[in-house]
């Protein structure tokens, strides 16, 4: 669905961060206001050690994201909420395994181990994120033929969540995505977020990649190609 490039892209951050001069590099901090939004994407128990559809090194994004996200005052969370069976799962497919695609009615779809299964402990939210302000919680992919990676509009390009109508009714602009995975539902997120009309920033420390076939190199370049801007979280003043 998304076109993805072959180009890599968008290491200038990190390697610009490195050159200026530590008192410039501070006074360059971006420091939220009311206007922006920190999107903490996917943080459960399936995608995190010892989940069904582990993401490596996933645990160590939540205290990156509950420092920064003492900056925020608005902060949307989001859970992936499949139902049992979903056309997204190996398992719905008879001779299938995990991470193979195949075509469904909106395109491409790569196929997951079951995972946050409605009201399953998968599917809840981590219990070390410590987030007290979080305003809102965008359930996403309870379609049960329809997957969802971004948290603004499922994987057939049409059906919403709501989640853009909700961020311009409170006056944000400007948000800052968080969360797992980088190489899916974080992109998608980002490069949805970029259609809907807001700046966006993809904080990099703070996200971790399934990086299946090479899809964590092509996520940043789409990501780059839309105008996403890549930052680390020692960029937000907190």
Excluded at 19 to 27: C, G, R, S, T
Excluded at 81 to 97: C, N, R, Y
Excluded at 198 to 209: I, K, L, N, Q, S
Aim: hydrophobic share 45%; with cysteine.
């Amino acid at each position: 669905m998304i076109d993805r490039r072959q180009v890599l892209a968008g290491f200038g951050v990190a390697a610009t961060a490195a050159l200026v001069p530590k008192p410039l590099w501070a006074a360059a901090s971006i420091k939220p206001d009311d206007a922006s939004a920190l999107l903490v994407i996917d943080v459960q128990n399936c995608f995190l050690p010892g989940g069904s559809l582990a993401v490596k090194d996933g645990e160590q994004v939540v205290p990156i994201i509950n420092r920064i996200a003492k900056s925020f005052a608005n902060v949307v969370m989001t859970q992936d909420w499949h139902t049992p069976g979903h056309a997204s799962f190996a398992s719905a497919h008879s001779g299938k395994k995990p991470f193979e695609s195949i075509d469904l009615r909106y395109g491409k779809q790569v196929l997951w181990p079951d995972h946050c299964v409605q009201g399953t402990e998968g599917a809840a939210l981590s219990k070390e994120l410590a987030i007290p302000q979080a305003g809102l919680v965008i359930r996403k992919g309870f379609h049960k033929d329809v997957d969802s990676y971004s948290a603004f509009t499922e994987a057939d390009g049409k059906t919403t969540t709501g989640l853009a109508a909700y961020l311009k009714a409170r006056q944000v602009k400007r948000l800052f995505v968080a969360g797992l995975a980088t190489d899916f539902c974080v992109a998608w997120t980002a490069l949805d977020a970029r259609k809907a009309g807001f700046e966006t920033y993809v904080v990099e420390d703070a996200c971790r990649g399934i990086d299946t076939q090479g899809s964590l190199a092509k996520a940043w370049a789409d990501m780059a190609k839309a105008g996403v801007k890549r930052i680390q979280s020692g960029e937000i003043a907190v």
